[in-house]
């Protein structure tokens, strides 16, 4: 059994380097913001492998907010130069270092079997085989708590020194990596109480890196405001509901299996199981903080809720198997019908805008997206219109609205992405 799992679990990771490239799937996430996130999370890094310089003038600069994501990127681009292509392959490469931590943390903690499964329900997921192929950041961020969680349980010093480190650099990828901190200290708690307290020093450094960022770089400061706002604390109990409906959706299977098997096992004398529970509830409670609930933000919630039902199940071989079938049958196809049926909109919209614009740049919150692709100049806000330049936008009144006032426009057209409409304009002063 543990060798077809991990059979499935290599093809499913080979599947994730075929059409890298193609249309995002339409059924994950029909936000609009779908567009602009890899050309946000990589233009720094394309700015540093073309003038050696981190900063792009006229753009919201987060490398001192959000370092890690551009530095790996940066190295991605040295190599195999900018591209969503190449912006793609380091999130996949991120993911399986994430997996072979799973694997061995998880085989450490419980057996063998547990690992297995546990690889194979993460390789499989449909919404998890979606991001692990977008540049975006929840995939690195998972990858170094997985490193965290696994260095917290090898049993020399300077594993729990790499366990900090790779905790603190999870946070530095994304903020709310933080959420993790409780049961990084669960796993210290239970190998010396006295190391338990260790587990703050990441927030601790965190804390002290943003107090002496945000005190000498204003835009360090505007992006923590506009996290801060998403912050949504009167409305805990339609958040905390909405999270519960979008997990059950996500994982309809896993959820139920967690909730059947659960009160069949004790959890006093299964301290693995408890700790995969405290880390599931612990991400759990981001979510009603916050009424902006994407599809993205619930890959740190299914991991560990994969974790436990392959811990509750790792003793069960007739229950793996119908696992094992029915995800193949669900997440499987799926996976499989989007590859056959994928599509190219978007790349075939970057280059026919890019055909258009010319040696001119291109402005608007997609603009630096399709730049990744083509290479065309672009800025995200328009502050520094010489002569003529071009606007897109997914048609946005308020965008739209804001170039009518400031500038003569003329429509070029229409380009249909993603079965959206994306509008393409020509500017000039007035």
């Given at each position: 059994?543990?060798?077809?799992?991990m059979?499935?679990?290599?093809?499913?990771?080979?599947?994730?380097?075929?059409?890298?490239?193609?249309?995002?799937?339409?059924d994950?996430?029909?936000?609009?913001?779908?567009?602009?996130?890899?050309?946000?999370?990589?233009?720094?890094?394309?700015?540093?492998v073309?003038?050696?310089?981190?900063?792009?003038?006229?753009?919201?600069?987060?490398?001192?907010?959000?370092?890690?994501?551009?530095?790996?990127?940066?190295?991605?681009?040295?190599?195999?130069?900018?591209?969503?292509?190449?912006?793609?392959?380091t999130i996949?490469?991120?993911?399986?270092?994430?997996?072979?931590?799973?694997?061995?943390?998880?085989?450490?903690?419980?057996?063998?079997?547990?690992a297995?499964?546990?690889?194979?329900?993460?390789s499989?997921n449909?919404?998890?085989?979606?991001?692990?192929?977008?540049?975006?950041?929840?995939?690195?961020?998972?990858?170094?708590i997985?490193?965290?969680?696994?260095?917290?349980?090898?049993?020399?010093?300077?594993?729990?020194?790499?366990?900090?480190?790779?905790?603190?650099i999870?946070?530095?990828?994304?903020?709310?990596?933080?959420?993790?901190?409780?049961?990084?200290?669960f796993?210290?708690?239970?190998?010396?109480?006295?190391?338990?307290?260790?587990?703050?020093?990441?927030l601790?450094?965190?804390?002290?890196?943003?107090?002496?960022?945000?005190?000498?770089?204003?835009?360090?400061s505007?992006y923590?405001?506009?996290?801060?706002?998403?912050?949504?604390?009167?409305t805990?109990?339609?958040?905390?509901?909405?999270?519960?409906?979008?997990?059950?959706?996500f994982?309809?299977?896993?959820?139920?299996?967690?909730?059947?098997?659960?009160?069949?096992?004790s959890?006093?004398?299964d301290?693995?199981?408890?700790?995969?529970?405290?880390?599931?509830?612990?991400?759990?409670?981001?979510?009603?903080?916050?009424n902006?609930?994407p599809?993205?933000?619930?890959?740190?919630?299914?991991?560990?809720?994969?974790?436990?039902?392959?811990?509750?199940?790792?003793?069960?071989?007739?229950?793996?198997?119908?696992?094992?079938?029915?995800?193949?049958?669900?997440?499987?196809?799926?996976?499989?019908?989007?590859?056959?049926?994928?599509?190219?909109?978007?790349?075939d919209?970057?280059?026919?805008?890019?055909?258009?614009?010319?040696?001119?740049?291109?402005?608007?919150?997609?603009?630096?997206?399709?730049?990744?692709?083509?290479?065309?100049?672009?800025?995200?806000?328009?502050?520094?219109?010489?002569?003529?330049?071009y606007?897109?936008?997914?048609?946005?009144?308020?965008?739209?609205r804001?170039?009518?006032?400031?500038?003569?426009?003329?429509?070029?057209?229409k380009?249909?992405?993603?079965?959206?409409?994306?509008?393409?304009?020509?500017?000039?002063?007035?």
């Amino acid at each position: 059994m543990n060798n077809i799992l991990m059979l499935l679990t290599i093809l499913f990771i080979c599947l994730r380097f075929i059409k890298i490239d193609a249309d995002f799937p339409l059924d994950v996430s029909s936000l609009g913001m779908i567009y602009t996130d890899e050309g946000w999370y990589t233009n720094g890094a394309i700015e540093k492998v073309k003038t050696g310089s981190w900063y792009k003038p006229g753009e919201q600069n987060l490398i001192l907010n959000i370092p890690i994501i551009y530095l790996l990127q940066t190295v991605t681009f040295s190599t195999l130069g900018p591209s969503i292509t190449s912006a793609r392959l380091t999130i996949i490469f991120c993911f399986i270092i994430m997996l072979l931590a799973m694997f061995e943390f998880v085989r450490r903690k419980s057996n063998i079997t547990s690992a297995c499964v546990c690889v194979f329900l993460i390789s499989v997921n449909y919404l998890l085989f979606a991001y692990s192929r977008f540049a975006i950041l929840e995939i690195p961020m998972m990858c170094f708590i997985s490193l965290s969680f696994l260095c917290a349980v090898i049993n020399k010093k300077r594993f729990l020194i790499l366990s900090i480190l790779f905790m603190f650099i999870a946070i530095l990828t994304k903020q709310i990596a933080v959420f993790s901190i409780p049961a990084l200290m669960f796993l210290y708690y239970n190998r010396f109480k006295w190391c338990s307290i260790f587990a703050v020093i990441p927030l601790v450094l965190y804390l002290f890196y943003i107090s002496i960022m945000g005190g000498i770089f204003s835009e360090f400061s505007d992006y923590s405001k506009f996290q801060t706002g998403r912050i949504a604390l009167g409305t805990i109990f339609t958040n905390f509901m909405s999270a519960i409906n979008n997990s059950i959706a996500f994982v309809p299977f896993i959820a139920a299996g967690i909730l059947f098997f659960m009160p069949i096992r004790s959890l006093k004398k299964d301290k693995f199981l408890l700790f995969s529970i405290v880390w599931t509830a612990c991400c759990f409670l981001f979510f009603p903080m916050t009424n902006y609930q994407p599809s993205r933000y619930f890959v740190m919630l299914i991991i560990p809720m994969c974790l436990s039902f392959s811990i509750l199940i790792s003793n069960k071989k007739r229950i793996i198997a119908a696992t094992i079938i029915f995800t193949l049958l669900t997440n499987g196809l799926g996976i499989s019908y989007y590859l056959i049926k994928s599509k190219y909109t978007f790349k075939d919209m970057c280059h026919s805008i890019s055909a258009i614009v010319g040696d001119k740049t291109l402005y608007g919150t997609m603009a630096n997206t399709i730049s990744l692709e083509t290479g065309i100049k672009s800025k995200t806000k328009i502050n520094d219109l010489k002569d003529m330049g071009y606007f897109v936008t997914l048609g946005s009144k308020e965008e739209i609205r804001n170039i009518l006032m400031n500038y003569q426009v003329t429509t070029i057209g229409k380009c249909n992405v993603y079965n959206r409409k994306v509008d393409l304009f020509r500017i000039n002063r007035r």
